[in-house]
């Protein structure tokens, strides 16, 4: 059964702080990995991971993928209140259309 | 562009009322559409999923049911609802990728 591990499970840090969250995955036939953030409402899309070692950026925020180790990293850097949040990340099952979620990462900006 | 609607934002109902809510997706074709539903401090749990009008994957055998009537409308159904079926159920779509694109949510509470 595919598995999406996701860590720590809360994080409280000051603003200003940089943050990593972590992410790592048994999916069969793995194709890519899926980063969103989630406020008080839906999920928004961050980033689709599906190349080992390649970073992608968005502002502050990047994420890169290890395939060998199935392990994929957000990290947040100069943190602001606004990244307060559940971080969810989710890998495709293949040969359907189906996402498996972790749990999440509730992460806390404190001013 | 593609936008994503679901109503009502917010219902209560009692224990044993009939449940409908709806999802409409606009500025797209033959989407693939998704029902989750995400309990307080849980992480998002994957209903039903369905890949074209009329076809409904079921993934958790519960008193919920789903229908597919028109191409971008996707409908979560309940005869009676239980306790246990308060939460918020988020819509989601997705067209040639695995990114999944979600709508703006219901909170359901069952009282």
């Known amino acids: 059964e595919d598995k999406v591990v996701q860590s720590p499970l809360s994080l409280v840090v000051h603003e200003g702080d940089t943050v990593t969250l972590n992410c790592s995955y048994e999916?069969?036939?793995?194709?890519?990995l899926l980063w969103y953030k989630q406020e008080k409402k839906a999920p928004t899309f961050l980033f689709m991971l599906t190349s080992s070692g390649i970073e992608k950026k968005s502002g502050r925020l990047s994420s890169i993928l290890d395939k060998k180790e199935l392990f994929s990293i957000l990290n947040i850097t100069a943190t602001q209140t606004g990244d307060s949040a559940i971080y969810l990340c989710?890998?495709?099952?293949?040969?359907?259309?189906?996402?498996?979620f972790g749990t999440g990462t509730r992460l806390t900006i404190i001013p | 562009s593609q936008t994503i609607h679901q109503w009502p934002a917010t219902l209560v109902q009692p224990v044993g009322s009939p449940l409908s809510l709806e999802c409409t997706v606009e500025g797209t074709s033959n989407p693939n559409l998704y029902w989750y539903r995400q309990a307080a401090g849980r992480g998002l749990q994957l209903l039903f999923y369905?890949?074209?009008?009329?076809?409904i994957s079921s993934e958790v055998p519960q008193n919920l049911s789903a229908s597919r009537p028109q191409d971008r409308q996707f409908i979560l159904s309940s005869k009676k609802l239980l306790l246990s079926d308060s939460g918020f159920y988020l819509c989601a779509w997705s067209v040639q990728t695995y990114t999944q694109y979600f709508g703006p949510g219901t909170r359901l509470t069952v009282l």
């Open positions: 369905s890949v074209g009008i009329g076809q």
């Open positions: 989710a890998g495709p099952n293949f040969g359907n259309e189906k996402l498996t």
């Open positions: 999916v069969t036939n793995f194709r890519s």
